[in-house]
C-alpha cells in the first residue's frame, strides 16, 4: 500500500469508522455524529511493527497474588477505587467544567508525593504558574511531584519512559495530539491513539494514570465510547458547580464495586472528604412542614439518610405538571398512578413536584416509599413526624417489597436520632426488635398511609 493520507469518517458517540458519510451510525444507531478526518496509512503499519510478539503462556504458571494498592490517604477516593490505586491502572476522571477534576487528582499528587512516590503532573490546559496558583490554595508539596506542561504525545512517552514514574495524571485526554495523526486534537481519531498509547506505557511499565476526560452536554465523557472501554476505572465527579457538595461515582471498575460513592465538600483550601453523608444531607431540614419525609437509600456498602420533598398544588394546565428532582422522571409518574388507583387520591387536576433535597440522584427503588409518602404528607397537608424515616420498594398492586441490606439502614437511622422507621413487613420480620427504635413493618403503600396521615 502507498504511503499517504486518506479521508474517512467517524462516529463521535462510538468511534465506528466508515469510508462514507452515514446519516445514522450503524454501530450505536445515533444519528448526524459522523464527521470527517484524515488519517495516515504508515501510521497503522508502523504501530503494528511495534507490537512485540507475546508467547502464550499456561494458565497453571499465572501467579493469582493480589498486587498492593497504593493509597491515596484520601478515604472517600479509595472507597470508590476499591480499596486503594492498583498499579498499572488507567483511570478516567470525566466530570462537567469547573466541578473540581484538577483540584481532585492535584490534591492525590499531594498525598502520594508525602508518601515518597515520585508523581508527574502532565497539563495540556494550563501554564505552571496557573498550577502552582492552585496548588498553593491547597497546602505544601514534596519534591516528588514534578510538572510538565506538554501536548506532544511522544515527548510525554519518553518523558515518562525515562523518568518512570509512580503515577502520572493527564490533563486532559482531549488536548493531547499525536504527530502521526493529522486531525485536530480532540478528534475521535487523536482521543483513540492517545488512550491506545497511555495504556501500553500503563501496562508496559506497571504506572498507574490517570485521564481527566470532559464530558458532553448529555453528561457523558467527550469522544469516542470506545475509550471507556480500553480504560480500567471510569469516575465521575457529580454536583452543581455553583453548590459546595460534590459525588465521585464509580460507573466502571475492573477492580472493585461500582456501587461506591465518595462524597466531599470544595472550600477555599480544595476538596475536603464528608465522613458522613447523612448528617450533611439533612442538613436545614424544615420542621413541621407537610410533604417533607427521610427516606434512605445505599450507595454500595453505605447507606445515606436523605430527604424527600413533594408538593401537590391545583393545576390551571389542560395537563398537570410532573417534575422529578433528583430520581427518574418516570418512577415518579409510576408512583402517582399507584397513588390514584390504590389510594383514590385525586392527582389528574394538580401539579405535582418531587424533589431529592441536596442535589444528590438516586435510582435505587429502596426511597419509593418515601416518595409515596411525601406526596400523600402534601396532598393532605399533614406534616410527618421529623423523627420517622421510610424505605421500601413500592409495587405497580400497591404492595411493599423487600429491600436489601435493611439493618444498616435501620443501624444509620438509630445513629442520627430516628426513632420510628415504616418498612416492609418482611424486612421487620428479618431485623427483629431494636433498642430505641420503632419498627412499623407495612404490606401495602395503604398501611404506610394509616400510619403516618
Known amino acids: 500500500m502507498a504511503k499517504g493520507k486518506t479521508t474517512v469518517f467517524f462516529c463521535q458517540n462510538c468511534g465506528h469508522e466508515s469510508a462514507k458519510w452515514m446519516g445514522q451510525c450503524p454501530g450505536c444507531r445515533q444519528w448526524n455524529t459522523f464527521v470527517e478526518e484524515t488519517i495516515e496509512k504508515t501510521s497503522v503499519r508502523r504501530i503494528q511493527k511495534e507490537r512485540a510478539a507475546v508467547g502464550a503462556v499456561c494458565l497453571s504458571s ?3 497474588a493480589e498486587e498492593e494498592r497504593m493509597t491515596t490517604h484520601m478515604g472517600e477516593l479509595d472507597r470508590v477505587l476499591g480499596g486503594g490505586i492498583v498499579p498499572g491502572s488507567l483511570v478516567l476522571v470525566g466530570g462537567d467544567p469547573g466541578i473540581g477534576k484538577s483540584t481532585l487528582l492535584l490534591q492525590v499528587c499531594q498525598k502520594l508525593s508525602e508518601d515518597r512516590r515520585e508523581v508527574l503532573y502532565i497539563s495540556g490546559e494550563e501554564s505552571l504558574k496557573q498550577i502552582k496558583l492552585r496548588a498553593s490554595r491547597i497546602g505544601t508539596f514534596s519534591d516528588h511531584l514534578r510538572l510538565l506542561c506538554e501536548t506532544n504525545l511522544e515527548l510525554i512517552r519518553e518523558t515518562i519512559r525515562e523518568q518512570k514514574p509512580e503515577a502520572v495524571i493527564i490533563d486532559s485526554i482531549q488536548t493531547m495530539y499525536h504527530e502521526e495523526v493529522s486531525s485536530a486534537p480532540g478528534s475521535v481519531s487523536q482521543v483513540r491513539e492517545a488512550t491506545s498509547v497511555l495504556m501500553q506505557l500503563a501496562k508496559g511499565l506497571g504506572i498507574t494514570i490517570f485521564i481527566v476526560g470532559h464530558v458532553t452536554k448529555e453528561g457523558t465523557v467527550a469522544g469516542p465510547r470506545v475509550l471507556e472501554h480500553m480504560v480500567d476505572t471510569v469516575l465521575y465527579f457529580e454536583g452543581d458547580r455553583h453548590a459546595s457538595y460534590r459525588i465521585l461515582r464509580g460507573v466502571k471498575n475492573r477492580f472493585g464495586s461500582t456501587n461506591e460513592i465518595g462524597v466531599f465538600e470544595m472550600r477555599e483550601n480544595g476538596l475536603i472528604e464528608v465522613e458522613n453523608p447523612s448528617e450533611y444531607m439533612l442538613n436545614g431540614r424544615p420542621e413541621e412542614a407537610s410533604g417533607s419525609v427521610v427516606a434512605c437509600s445505599m450507595e454500595g456498602t453505605r447507606p445515606i439518610l436523605l430527604e424527600i420533598q413533594a408538593l401537590v398544588c391545583h393545576s390551571t394546565l389542560a395537563v398537570p405538571r410532573r417534575t422529578a428532582a433528583g430520581m427518574d422522571y418516570n418512577r415518579v409518574n409510576l408512583l402517582l398512578a399507584v397513588l390514584e388507583k390504590r389510594l383514590n387520591l385525586r392527582l389528574s387536576n394538580s401539579d ?65 436520632g430516628f426513632t420510628t422507621i415504616i418498612l416492609p413487613e418482611v424486612c421487620r420480620e428479618q431485623i427483629g426488635a431494636v433498642e430505641g427504635i420503632r419498627l412499623c413493618g407495612v404490606r401495602t403503600v395503604a398501611d404506610a398511609q394509616r400510619l403516618v396521615c
Open 62 to 64: 499465572i501467579d493469582t
Open 352 to 416: 405535582v413536584y418531587v424533589n431529592i433535597a441536596g442535589g444528590i440522584r438516586i435510582n435505587e427503588p429502596a426511597i419509593d416509599l418515601g416518595v409515596v409518602l411525601a406526596v400523600i404528607s402534601s396532598y393532605k397537608d399533614r406534616p410527618i413526624d421529623e423523627r420517622v424515616l421510610a424505605f421500601g420498594e413500592v409495587g405497580l398492586s400497591g404492595e411493599v417489597r423487600a429491600v436489601s441490606q435493611a439493618g444498616q439502614r435501620v443501624q444509620e437511622a438509630k445513629k442520627l
